[in-house]
């Protein structure tokens, strides 16, 4: 008789535990977000109170991914889609809204890049925003707006959240400007134009080989290997999502060695401080 009720009891626990669960997942804000720095930003904001899910994954490329079906079906049961403005969007976004009409969408990027004048000829606005973190900042704000907006019970456990993470972002932004204020070369040699935020915000000068998304021809390579050697530049940074042939090619032109930076990881600012670090070492070498 007792081993009845001590299964019974345990169903019953189980059940209850079951039923809980899945009504604490029900209340959680359901979040969208198209890379993965978002992702950490808005669980860095929305802490246990937010389930985050990402469009493109680690070591895909935002300027060629298409969503799954999988995702797809996911969306439909989203309550808010962050926004970054990588190429992907352009044509997935309209069909995202499409499949939930409900869905809230919030541009993380584009009035802030418009602002700083980060436009090409062609109207494409440079998303690449959290690569300064005085731009996060920035993002981080919006994102606590947002989700107080919609779980306004929660707000103020995101709020605090926020302000706790925005002095993380001042302390790693003061980091990297200290580090970077003793460097004597200062011009960014890179395969795709990632940097653009970082480089202005710590008076660097970007020089992309890849020029508006199409590979250097070999007049404009021809051009920056004599640019190079003229600033006797020793390193040349690459990104995984995206082909280093050139880079390479151009590197062993000038004699530079070759770095890898990733804007897309995850943990943003264990990242930013590897950056610093990899950039520092290249514009180092003579």
Not at 47 to 73: I, L
Not at 212 to 236: C, D, H, R
Not at 251 to 276: C, H, Q, R, W
Request: proline share 3%.
């Amino acid at each position: 008789m007792i081993k009845i009720y001590i299964k019974r009891f345990s169903l019953i626990a189980a059940l209850f535990f079951t039923a809980t669960t899945s009504v604490i997942a029900k209340d959680k804000v359901n979040v969208f977000v198209s890379i993965l720095p978002q992702q950490n930003f808005v669980q860095q904001v929305g802490s246990d109170y937010v389930d985050v899910h990402v469009m493109v994954g680690s070591g895909q490329n935002p300027a060629t991914y298409e969503p799954t079906t999988q995702q797809m079906v996911a969306l439909a049961k989203a309550d808010i889609y962050f926004s970054i403005g990588v190429p992907f969007e352009k044509v997935w976004l309209t069909k995202i809204k499409e499949s939930n009409t409900k869905l809230i969408v919030i541009e993380c990027c584009e009035s802030i890049s418009k602002l700083d004048g980060h436009s090409h000829h062609d109207g494409y606005t440079d998303p690449h925003v959290w690569t300064s973190p005085r731009k996060v900042m920035q993002v981080v704000m919006l994102i606590e707006k947002s989700l107080s907006e919609m779980d306004n019970k929660n707000s103020r456990a995101y709020e605090e959240s926020a302000i706790d993470y925005i002095g993380e972002l001042k302390r790693l932004d003061n980091m990297i400007r200290s580090k970077i204020s003793y460097l004597k070369k200062r011009d960014l040699i890179v395969s795709h134009p990632s940097w653009t935020y970082f480089a202005d915000e710590y008076g660097l000068t970007q020089t992309a080989i890849e020029q508006e998304g199409k590979e250097i021809q070999a007049k404009s390579m021809v051009k920056l290997i004599k640019f190079a050697k003229e600033k006797n530049i020793k390193a040349v940074f690459v990104q995984s999502q995206f082909n280093a042939k050139a880079a390479k090619v151009i590197s062993k032109e000038i004699g530079a060695e070759v770095f890898e930076l990733d804007p897309l990881a995850f943990n943003y600012i264990e990242n930013m401080n590897d950056v610093t670090d990899k950039i520092l070492k290249g514009l180092s070498n003579d």
